[in-house]
């Protein structure tokens, strides 16, 4: 995405929730300055394939994991969003890329990371004490800000973590997208947020906006930029992405 167009959704997002864009960018600058002494990765560093799969951590994850696994997903580049890379872990899958606010669980993306994954680590307001926690002790990093980018720390749009993964891949250069557990509801699992209950529970209002926002996200994609962008999650409709079932996706691979 443009880096303009992109500050007229954050400057709506910020008066949305009442984020604060200072604390956003001293994030932003902590990161930057621990990317620096760890060798923090540039964009052509990553793994990205013309195919490639995001994982969000909706209620359809698990069922659309072990549907893929019929699938030669070595021709894909796998994109996990933040918890979801707990449910590929648990069918010993292992992601290409983790794009994550470190608000997932951690020994999860620890593991993850210790076995091959790439961590694309994003930076806002509220993580700046797991961002000074954990980055130290992580390998294979890209930054990412919502604000101005930096020197190690870079801006291709996007919110939540999934649809970051979206905006990564077409950073990347991908071709063709599949969205899996990206159901855009209002039911969130234990892998989104790690600290409920059950195994699924409602979307407090926080959640809800900001799944509303991604959505919106993906929709403005599907239409602007240059990426076929399919989706096996059965949850809400997303406009301009056409929903397939997992058996079809083969005769989409570019």
Not at 66 to 93: Q, R, V
Request: aromatic letters at 8%.
């Amino acid at each position: 995405m443009n880096l303009n167009l992109w500050f007229s959704w954050y400057k709506e997002i910020l008066n949305t929730f009442g984020f604060d864009r200072d604390m956003d960018e001293t994030s932003a600058q902590i990161l930057s300055k621990l990317l620096e002494d760890k060798n923090g990765l540039s964009p052509m560093d990553l793994p990205i394939k013309k195919n490639v799969i995001v994982f969000g951590a909706g209620p359809s994850l698990k069922r659309n994991i072990n549907e893929l696994k019929n699938l030669d997903l070595g021709k894909f580049t796998l994109i996990s969003a933040d918890g979801a890379t707990t449910a590929l872990l648990e069918e010993s899958i292992v992601p290409d890329i983790v794009v994550t606010d470190l608000d997932g669980k951690i020994d999860d993306i620890i593991h993850a990371n210790d076995e091959g994954s790439f961590l694309v680590v994003h930076a806002h307001g509220n993580n700046i004490d797991k961002i000074e926690k954990y980055v130290p002790l992580l390998k294979n990093i890209l930054g990412t800000t919502q604000s101005i980018p930096l020197k190690n720390v870079y801006d291709f749009g996007g919110f939540t973590d999934g649809d970051r993964c979206l905006f990564l891949a077409v950073e990347g250069g991908a071709d063709f997208l599949v969205l899996a557990g990206m159901d855009f509801g209002k039911i969130v699992t234990k892998y989104s947020r790690p600290d409920i209950p059950d195994s699924e529970g409602k979307a407090d209002k926080m959640k809800e906006m900001k799944l509303e926002y991604a959505k919106k996200l993906v929709e403005w994609a599907a239409k602007n930029e240059n990426i076929q962008i399919v989706n096996i999650s059965q949850g809400e409709k997303v406009e301009g992405v056409e929903d397939v079932d997992v058996s079809d996706l083969e005769d989409f691979i570019v």
